[in-house]
């Protein structure tokens, strides 16, 4: 048996806001030359330590400055603070996503005059997240190794919506039944222009593709 | 900065009338002689693994089936269904979460009178599924080791409405920053009476402590 839960429709009529505010938000980063990247991934993928390692590979090409999305705590905030990155702490207030006004808000509050690239670190799942457009220039989604091969296959929307599918963790790959080609076969049949990525944040491989990546779709945005 | 998001009235109006349907189903599954584990957590963390292990582990023992929810495939339901244990795949139709209402519909597809224990595989995620009761009797989290031992100080509704948490993977532990002490610490500290196994479902090391709990949980509630 497979039943469809009806989507009602209240929910249709909040994306269709969020949607419309997000492009505006969009507008206001081009206006304002900042870069947003939206960063989405499953709990303890290694969204963080991927942002230190960026940050570092970074300095000196990019401005970059972090909004850390939680339900509750400020660990990550206090992580990235801890390494000298400019970062806010978002709470959600329970929320499991972030939208374009809450975005809004947090870039208001972090100040868009003396950042080239913000990177939005989203809350970690990977259902809502990718439901709603927080006004992100560019998506990215970090798929860890341990998760498994499948997440293309379980999570299509989170797929379709990112730009970059970034790897991580391929240091531990040797330990784990992770099939690259079924994942990327699925990945690219939810999205045949997505690019992909292999790094490991521990041990820093892949690190330099991913920073040029990023340098390179900055300069593009900020001009 | 700490913004706080509101919470809307509606969302409350929802939590509320969900949770006396909880209660009702709960009453149901009482009279039924059905025991409801719900069982949650990230993507990837190895819920049907863990679950095709606990079917051998208790053939002869419990009268077991599966409900998979997820928001679109059929991959999980079909490897429980290949390696012999009876199942039903729920689509949540986008949707990241099981309510009451949704747990019944499953149910009653399933048919509550050959079975004594169910397990609801929830949909992946740390965050909606620990806000809705699904009227189980029981709740349970998987948290595997590759996704850091920070996961009860960034997910606390979790930690706390779960009776058992399983950490899985532990085959891994020496290739991973993971410490037990502070993940203990923090999950006690959301939940002073949560109960914690150390499985690896992969090398089996741990199930029958856990097929333990789940038997001697069933038994009591159907009596």
Redesign the interface.
Known sequence: ???????IEVKRSIFEDNNKDADRLRQELKEKNVFLLNLMS????GKTTTLLALAKALKGRVKMGVMEA??????DAETMQEAGVKS?????????HLDAD?TR??LY?FGMDDAELIVLEN??????PA?FDTGAVKNMTIL?????D??P?????MYETCDLLVVN?ID?LP??DFDKDNMEKYAKLRNPNIEIIYISAKTGEGIDKLANWIEKETKNWIG
């Open positions: 048996m497979e039943k469809e839960v009806r989507v499953s709990p303890g993928s939680d339900i509750d705590s400020a660990v806010i702490q978002i709470h959600t207030g329970g929320m499991c809450m808000q947090g509050e809350v970690g799942n990977l259902v809502c439901e860890s190794v341990p998760e498994g499948d997440k296959q379980k999570y299509p929307l963790k531990v330990y784990f």
